[in-house]
DNA sequence: GCTTTGTGCCAC
DNA sequence: AAACGTGGCACAAAGC
């Protein structure tokens, strides 16, 4: 068997692609300066196919290099992201070091410009005066001209990465985390590509039945008009009361002398009054309608898929985001829309417990591994005598997670501590690191952004002479609040790598499961083929032939153990899963 | 008129 | 008015 091929696929500043070997730097692979960038990577693709990932690509953007190339039907094993990459090996503190790392910004700096972005920028995150994690331009830093990088560039560019690698103080773990985060990249276009069934009647008829039929524009569905009435008469106001204005609807909420002073739901449910009852259901009819309504339908679902934009990477722990249509806050009310193809089922897989999971390998722990054998990780503890029931089992784990500091959850906290104490000690050093200023690390790598100038700054007015009382507590808050994000990091980082290596095994165990004769309504490559078509940070879902679906549904289990096997070698941590074969989305769990 | 901010709820 | 992490999104109000 050969080894791979590694080609740089990069646009030609003319127009057209180049492709360039790196075996070979100063020739090019096959034809070189191409017009048809498909027929090119086909043929290489299909010339190395005995070989498993025969032939690995380097590219600038997957977001942006692969959808043509899907769209003509072609698939890629393998292709290294370089921007994603970039920005992971520029913060790690495992290559800080590097060259890569202490060079002054370039254009690998930069977000994906205009041009690298298909579909609607998301709006630029707002500043948050705590979290400002908005990178501060150096001196000298120009925009990025707007032009991608060159084959040459490029190329430099993957030799940067390659050094900043090697001389890394873990290498192996940092060669996973860029092979995941750049398969990611891949199953996130692909996902986008096959798209989520999602049946328009059914979508519907789901809101008929709930709102009334759709009402004209600007009117309001039938359903919800009757309970805007209801409002008004619990309230003793007049028929111009507008129940989506909170400044109104609070004024008449106070003179009728109903003891809330907020519209949130939390607070409405703990008053008496017979406003609430119906304002309830309208807010929960009203979220329906401006979320996942007729317009959200119109906007995001055409021939009978929902195609998101995933962004990759897009939240700072190394999670996913999503831009437009709000596809990872699919609300359970619409999930009976998405139904799978005539023929066809959804494999739908969920690991359970993940977070502490992850934690009690990261920490080595064996009594919390013992604890999560039996499949329900919560049970686990309290059969282990830590604590008294299941549900104080999961406040207390997930108030450690999230740097709890009331109720159940800090109250049970002493007693995992005791039974548990490695895993207790790994989150707590991460956010005493956090309070301290500094930077936490993931399993493979990933580190955690420096606090920003805003953090600095209140540090820094708590030191002044003429420091008042609010002034330290401005302090306080800002220390406690990053190190509760710290400590988070390092978990939700973590499980976030085990996701991506959870999805790249998926993907790669999908396609050589290979074809299930004739072909279904999902587009080339995928139309007779198995593939993943949602996934929710911890559960995924495959679209399969019916008669693959139970095969599908042990690759995906064995997959799991695969990518606990990769982020933890032999430590005897288990990530069991949820796995059910259904019709619609909505009968999982 | 437009953009930004505040509110509140959805997902994990 | 949350407490306790990460996000997206829609709307009305406020600001320019």
């Known amino acids: 068997m050969m080894g791979p091929v590694h080609v740089v696929l990069a646009p030609e500043p003319g127009g057209g692609m180049r492709l360039r070997r790196l075996d070979d730097p100063d020739g090019d692979a096959g034809p070189g300066a191409v017009a048809d960038a498909t027929a090119a990577v086909r043929a290489l693709e299909r010339d190395r196919s005995g070989d498993r990932a025969a032939v690995r690509w380097t590219w600038d953007d997957t977001a942006v ?20 990459a970039h920005r992971i090996l520029r913060h790690s503190t495992l290559a800080s070091g590097s060259g890569l790392a202490t060079a002054p910004p370039g254009p690998w700096d930069e977000p994906a410009t205009p041009e690298h972005t298909p579909v609607p920028r998301p ?147 703990q008053v ?34 929902f195609r998101p934009e995933y962004v990759v990477g897009g939240v700072v722990t190394g999670r996913w985001a999503s831009s437009g249509g709000g596809a990872l806050q699919l609300p359970k009310a619409v999930r009976r829309a998405v139904v799978a193809d005539p023929g066809w089922r959804f494999v739908v897989a969920d690991a359970a417990q993940l977070e502490p999971r992850v ?53 049970v906290l002493p007693r995992l501590a005791r039974a548990f104490p490695r895993s207790v000690a790994l989150v707590e050093d991460a956010a005493r690191t956090g309070e301290r200023g500094g930077i936490v690390t993931t399993r493979l790598g990933r ?43 390092v978990v939700q980082g973590t499980a976030a790598e085990w996701a991506l290596c959870w999805l790249a095994s998926i993907r790669r165990r999908l396609w050589e499961l290979g074809t299930a004769g004739p072909a279904g309504l999902a587009p080339a490559p995928f139309a007779d083929r198995p593939h993943l078509v ?43 899963l949820t796995v059910e074969v259904v019709e619609a989305y909505a009968d999982a769990k």
């Open 65 to 84: 290099r692969y959808p043509p190339l899907l769209a003509d039907g072609a698939r890629v094993e393998r292709a290294h992201d370089l921007r994603l």
């Open 123 to 269: 709006r630029a995150p707002q500043a948050d005066a705590l979290f400002d994690l908005r990178p501060e331009p150096a001196a000298g830093a120009r925009a990025h001209p707007g032009g991608a990088p060159d084959a040459a560039g490029a190329v430099a560019e993957l030799r940067a990465q390659r050094a900043a690698v090697a001389g890394s103080d873990d290498p192996s773990r940092l060669r996973l985390l860029l092979a995941a985060e750049s398969a990611g990249a891949l199953v996130a276009a692909e996902m986008r590509h096959a798209g989520l069934p999602w049946r328009t009647d059914v979508h519907d008829a789901i809101l008929t039945e709930v709102l009334g039929p759709r009402p004209p524009e600007g009117r309001r569905p039938a359903r919800l008009e009757a309970l805007a009435d209801r409002i008004r008469a619990a309230l003793d106001a007049p028929p111009t009361l507008n129940p989506d204005s909170h400044p109104d609807l609070l004024k008449a909420m106070q003179y009728a002398g109903v003891g809330a002073r907020s519209l949130r739901k939390w607070e409405l449910e």
């Open 272 to 305: 008496d009054h017979p406003v609430v009852a119906p304002l309830l259901e309208y807010k929960n009819l009203y979220r329906l309608l401006t979320a996942n309504g007729w317009h959200w339908l119109d906007a995001w679902v055409e021939g009978g898929r």
């Open 359 to 411: 934690l009690a390998g990261m920490a080595g722990d064996e009594a919390m591994a013992r604890a999560g054998r039996g499949g329900d990780l919560y049970a686990g503890i309290v059969a282990s005598g830590a604590v008294a029931t299941r549900e104080l089992a999961k406040v207390g784990m997930l108030g450690a997670l999230y740097g709890g500091t009331t109720g159940a959850s800090a109250q």
């Open 447 to 489: 580190s955690s952004p420096p606090p920003g100038s805003e953090w600095d700054a209140a540090q820094a007015g708590a030191l002044e002479d003429a420091a008042g009382a609010d002034a330290a507590t401005r302090a306080r808050t800002a220390t406690r609040s990053w190190g509760r994000f710290t400590r988070n990091f």
């Open 534 to 576: 949602f996934f929710l940070h911890d559960e995924v879902v495959v679209h399969a032939p019916v008669a693959m679906a139970e095969t599908v549904a042990e690759q995906v289990r064995a997959a799991a153990e695969e990518a606990g096997r990769l982020l933890f070698g032999d430590f005897p941590v288990s990530f069991p």
